[in-house]
């Protein structure tokens, strides 16, 4: 924080109480771990159990209370810096987007997606998906890219993941208190609360608009729990990914095209309409039929400009990521929309199919997307080639390589998951370094850092997490009934001086969280060696209709369950952003071994990288383009097998063995102070070569130049390969 800050003397009039309730109303605060500090020392016990959540900690004050709280704890400078520090932020436009935005000033970017993951307090977001959308946003907010972003408010998000007696995942959805949620209703010119109308064949929905701040960026949320609405339309927003396929197919009707008429009751016309994933398809044809509407143009003709005006993004390989919706709940739910374009069944059917006369083929929103888009992409090198495998069919008269899919890379928001304590032995130690910086030279000051210095703060990390794992694993067996040593034991549970790995995503078949365990005396070998033990922490949930990702969750926490491995195997039940947070700051190294090439990119190693971890892992997605040789470890060498039983043999004992000979002995490799030199070395490499690379800041700048400032109408640069 610069010292202008500090040293302003306006007198804003307001209270203690007055200010931490303004921050708390942009979610700015959860990424300002000063901030963050101020509503923790408020009452740390309240703040954890309240989920983090600041706007109902402050509601369990009375302002006069708080103030006395506040005086006790002489924090009131604190949050005067803070307050002051907030102001100034959401006032200015910062430098770079008035040189690199421009245009999108007064046009901005519409950024539709169906997940939002910005903090653990708002449970809007499943994984990766949302968590990307979430540091996106994060991004443009701090860079100044004009952006507003479009979703669907869940009151009962996705679930709360518990694990039995059994072993086996429990879902539970929990109500959100919306009064505890940052929300303002959006309001139109006039100052009225909108409410937006999305017509079907079955009668219309209705949806409120709620705002919230996240830094300078507006997101806007639908929310379709009205009384105007049917019961049935009602739950029809109250969770993510519940449901069949047709409250599915609503759901993108009501993100998409009621997304695009929220943004005009709002006022807004986009210049860009960026689609996070094909789940938002359909916004595209909501702006056609306006364009159609407002300038009496043609369908194709206004497909065209939209067009123009679109970037795709697409983010999975697996066949299953994709939605396919049959004709018949097409022409139940979509007749109204594809009416108003001057279109019937079948030439709308069309639109979502690769070969348009196949009766047979179902509507795919992947392939509505790209065909309404100009700027398409995946989301790392490797797979933009998969990508372009996949749907080279769109484009008949081309080759493979021809297909106009390019890719950038995901990136990941740097304040978001930088521990403090690294922050500030970087703002220490590295004289150019701020966390926004994407420069590569800058990055590299770390190797001046003192090494020393180093591996404290990642060992004090190390215990932090320690610490989080045992209160949650003793918290999960006190809940199902454990024994009294069974509860004493997870005391002792994790050694500080072990090999520490970490393995958190989704439980998705291909992800194979299994591969480490496939090989039970080999593992047992190396996790038990007494000289130079191995631990390893998995957290993940499978999807509620994913009986195979449940099988590998349960076959995790048997693992963990045989006193052979009970203090050195830990799974952490209900993976989410906040137990995202504590692995990537703690652990040694990240693991990652999913089936090649199904990993479109993957960023919690990215979120690693930052604290010094050091990935180990499948070279597939970012890893693919990201590893050197000398910036971490991977596994194989990027070939597979057509028997994905062999190529799971063959990466599991790659995996061990890479274990065995290069991971171990150079973490256990200590000079006479008891540093591990080498691996240390490997950490500031991780961080000066990757750091930069794989920072959203580096990926927001890539859309903007890439796929923003052309679909604006601004230079066009090609996308790359
Ligand atoms: C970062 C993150 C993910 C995505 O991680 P992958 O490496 O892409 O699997 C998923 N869930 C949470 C909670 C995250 O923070």
Same mark, same amino acid.
């Not at 009962?156 to 539970?172: R, S």
């Not at 709940?329 to 109204?336: R, S």
């Not at 033990?533 to 590998?552: E, R």
């Not at 700051?585 to 693991?591: N, R, S």
């Given at each position: 924080?610069?010292?202008?800050?500090?040293?302003?003397?306006?007198?804003?009039?307001?209270?203690?109480?007055?200010?931490?309730?303004?921050?708390?109303?942009?979610?700015?605060?959860?990424?300002?771990?000063?901030?963050?500090?101020?509503?923790?020392?408020?009452?740390?016990?309240?703040?954890?159990?309240?989920?983090?959540?600041?706007?109902?900690?402050?509601?369990?004050?009375?302002?006069?209370?708080?103030?006395? +709280?506040?005086?006790?704890?002489?924090?009131?400078?604190?949050?005067?810096?803070?307050?002051?520090?907030?102001?100034?932020?959401?006032?200015?436009?910062?430098?770079?987007?008035?040189?690199?935005?421009?245009?999108?000033?007064?046009?901005?970017?519409?950024?539709?997606?169906?997940?939002?993951?910005?903090?653990?307090?708002?449970?809007?977001?499943?994984?990766?998906?949302?968590?990307?959308?979430?540091?996106?946003?994060?991004?443009?907010?701090?860079?100044?890219?004009?952006?507003?972003?479009?979703?669907?408010?869940?009151?009962?998000?996705?679930?709360?993941?518990?694990?039995?007696?059994?072993?086996?995942?429990?879902?539970?959805?929990?109500?959100?208190?919306?009064?505890?949620?940052?929300?303002?209703?959006?309001?139109?010119?006039?100052?009225?609360?909108?409410?937006?109308?999305?017509?079907?064949?079955?009668?219309?929905?209705?949806?409120?608009?709620?705002?919230?701040?996240?830094?300078? +960026?507006?997101?806007?949320?639908?929310?379709?729990?009205?009384?105007?609405?049917?019961?049935?339309?009602?739950?029809?927003?109250?969770?993510?990914?519940?449901?069949?396929?047709?409250?599915?197919?609503?759901?993108?009707?009501?993100?998409?095209?009621?997304?695009?008429?929220?943004?005009?009751?709002?006022?807004?016309?986009?210049?860009?309409?960026?689609?996070?994933?094909?789940?938002?398809?359909?916004?595209?044809?909501?702006?056609?039929?306006?364009?159609?509407?407002?300038?009496?143009?043609?369908?194709?003709?206004?497909?065209?400009?939209?067009?123009?005006?679109?970037?795709?993004?697409?983010?999975?390989?697996?066949?299953?990521?994709?939605?396919?919706?049959?004709?018949?709940?097409?022409?139940?739910?979509?007749?109204?929309?594809?009416?108003?374009?001057?279109?019937?069944?079948?030439?709308?059917?069309?639109?979502?199919?690769?070969?348009?006369?196949?009766?047979?083929?179902?509507?795919?929103?992947?392939?509505?997307?790209?065909?309404?888009?100009?700027?398409?992409?995946?989301?790392?090198?490797?797979?933009?080639?998969?990508?372009?495998?996949?749907?080279?069919?769109?484009?008949?008269?081309?080759?493979?390589?021809?297909?106009?899919?390019?890719?950038?890379?995901?990136?990941?928001?740097?304040?978001?998951?930088?521990?403090?304590?690294?922050?500030?032995?970087?703002?220490?130690?590295?004289?150019?370094?701020?966390?926004?910086?994407?420069?590569?030279?800058?990055?590299?000051?770390?190797?001046?850092?003192?090494?020393?210095?180093?591996?404290?703060?990642?060992?004090?990390?190390?215990?932090?997490?320690?610490?989080?794992?045992?209160?949650?694993?003793?918290?999960?067996?006190?809940?199902?009934?454990?024994?009294?040593?069974?509860?004493?034991?997870?005391?002792?549970?994790?050694?500080?001086?072990?090999?520490?790995?970490?393995?958190?995503?989704?439980?998705?078949?291909?992800?194979?969280?299994?591969?480490?365990?496939?090989?039970?005396?080999?593992?047992?070998?190396? +996790?038990?060696?007494?000289?130079?033990?191995?631990?390893?922490?998995?957290?993940?949930?499978?999807?509620?209709?994913?009986?195979?990702?449940?099988?590998?969750?349960?076959?995790?926490?048997?693992?963990?369950?045989?006193?052979?491995?009970?203090?050195?195997?830990?799974?952490?039940?209900?993976?989410?952003?906040?137990?995202?947070?504590?692995?990537?700051?703690?652990?040694?190294?990240?693991?990652?071994?999913?089936?090649?090439?199904?990993?479109?990119?993957?960023?919690?190693?990215?979120?690693?990288?930052?604290?010094?971890?050091?990935?180990?892992?499948?070279?597939?997605?970012?890893?693919?383009?990201?590893?050197?040789?000398?910036?971490?470890?991977?596994?194989?060498?990027?070939?597979?097998?057509?028997?994905?039983?062999?190529?799971?043999?063959?990466?599991?004992?790659?995996?061990?063995? +890479?274990?065995?000979?290069?991971?171990?002995?150079?973490?256990?490799?200590?000079?006479?102070?008891?540093?591990?030199?080498?691996?240390?070395?490997?950490?500031?490499?991780?961080?000066?070569?990757?750091?930069?690379?794989?920072?959203?800041?580096?990926?927001?700048?890539?859309?903007?130049?890439?796929?923003?400032?052309?679909?604006?109408?601004?230079?066009?640069?090609?996308?790359?390969?």
């Amino acid at each position: 924080m610069t010292n202008d800050i500090l040293n302003q003397t306006v007198d804003t009039g307001l209270t203690a109480y007055q200010k931490c309730v303004e921050i708390a109303h942009n979610l700015w605060w959860s990424w300002h771990p000063d901030v963050v500090e101020i509503f923790r020392l408020v009452n740390p016990q309240r703040w954890r159990e309240l989920g983090h959540n600041p706007i109902a900690l402050l509601r369990e004050y009375k302002p006069e209370e708080f103030e006395q +709280v506040i005086t006790d704890l002489a924090i009131h400078t604190r949050i005067n810096v803070a307050y002051r520090h907030f102001k100034k932020y959401v006032g200015e436009r910062p430098l770079w987007a008035r040189q690199h935005a421009g245009v999108l000033a007064s046009r901005p970017v519409a950024y539709f997606s169906l997940e939002f993951g910005i903090h653990e307090s708002m449970p809007i977001y499943s994984g990766g998906l949302g968590v990307l959308a979430g540091d996106h946003v994060k991004s443009c907010s701090g860079m100044g890219v004009p952006l507003v972003a479009v979703g669907l408010f869940y009151d009962k998000g996705y679930f709360n993941q518990q694990i039995d007696a059994n072993g086996n995942q429990v879902e539970n959805y929990v109500d959100t208190d919306v009064a505890n949620l940052p929300f303002e209703p959006a309001l139109d010119k006039n100052g009225n609360k909108i409410t937006i109308e999305v017509n079907t064949k079955s009668g219309p929905i209705y949806a409120r608009v709620r705002r919230i701040r996240v830094g300078r +960026v507006d997101l806007y949320l639908l929310d379709a729990d009205l009384e105007e609405n049917t019961a049935e339309n009602r739950e029809l927003t109250s969770t993510l990914y519940g449901g069949d396929q047709k409250r599915r197919i609503l759901q993108e009707l009501l993100c998409g095209v009621g997304g695009v008429r929220a943004l005009t009751a709002l006022g807004i016309t986009p210049g860009v309409y960026h689609l996070n994933e094909g789940h938002n398809s359909f916004a595209t044809l909501e702006a056609v039929r306006q364009k159609m509407v407002k300038s009496g143009m043609s369908f194709e003709a206004a497909t065209r400009d939209v067009a123009q005006q679109t970037v795709f993004t697409t983010h999975t390989p697996v066949a299953a990521g994709h939605d396919y919706f049959e004709k018949s709940l097409v022409e139940q739910y979509l007749e109204p929309l594809y009416k108003a374009l001057g279109l019937d069944l079948d030439s709308f059917m069309a639109l979502g199919r690769k070969n348009p006369k196949d009766d047979d083929e179902k509507f795919c929103m992947t392939i509505l997307g790209m065909k309404l888009s100009r700027y398409a992409n995946a989301v790392s090198s490797l797979h933009g080639v998969v990508t372009r495998r996949m749907w080279k069919g769109l484009w008949p008269d081309k080759r493979e390589e021809e297909a106009p899919i390019g890719h950038i890379t995901n990136g990941v928001h740097v304040p978001t998951w930088m521990a403090p304590q690294i922050k500030s032995l970087f703002e220490r130690s590295m004289p150019g370094w701020s966390e926004e910086s994407i420069d590569p030279t800058i990055w590299s000051e770390v190797y001046d850092i003192d090494s020393g210095d180093l591996w404290e703060t990642h060992c004090a990390l190390k215990n932090r997490l320690f610490d989080f794992a045992r209160r949650r694993v003793g918290r999960q067996l006190t809940r199902i009934g454990a024994s009294a040593e069974a509860i004493e034991e997870a005391k002792h549970i994790l050694d500080p001086n072990a090999l520490t790995i970490g393995f958190a995503r989704r439980f998705a078949e291909y992800k194979r969280a299994f591969l480490v365990v496939q090989d039970e005396e080999k593992f047992d070998q190396l +996790v038990n060696n007494p000289d130079r033990p191995v631990q390893f922490i998995f957290a993940g949930k499978a999807h509620p209709a994913d009986n195979i990702g449940k099988d590998v969750i349960s076959r995790i926490v048997r693992v963990q369950r045989n006193p052979k491995f009970s203090r050195r195997v830990i799974f952490l039940e209900d993976y989410d952003i906040n137990v995202a947070r504590h692995l990537v700051q703690g652990v040694d190294v990240w693991l990652n071994n999913p089936r090649r090439p199904q990993e479109a990119s993957g960023t919690s190693g990215q979120k690693a990288v930052l604290n010094g971890a050091l990935n180990f892992s499948i070279l597939d997605g970012w890893w693919a383009e990201a590893y050197d040789g000398s910036n971490g470890f991977a596994i194989g060498d990027g070939s597979t097998h057509v028997d994905s039983r062999v190529t799971d043999k063959r990466d599991g004992d790659a995996l061990l063995d +890479v274990l065995e000979h290069q991971v171990i002995p150079t973490y256990y490799d200590r000079n006479e102070h008891g540093l591990p030199i080498k691996w240390i070395r490997l950490m500031k490499n991780s961080i000066a070569t990757l750091a930069w690379r794989f920072s959203s800041h580096r990926m927001v700048a890539d859309y903007v130049q890439y796929a923003y400032m052309p679909a604006a109408g601004g230079l066009s640069v090609k996308m790359p390969r």
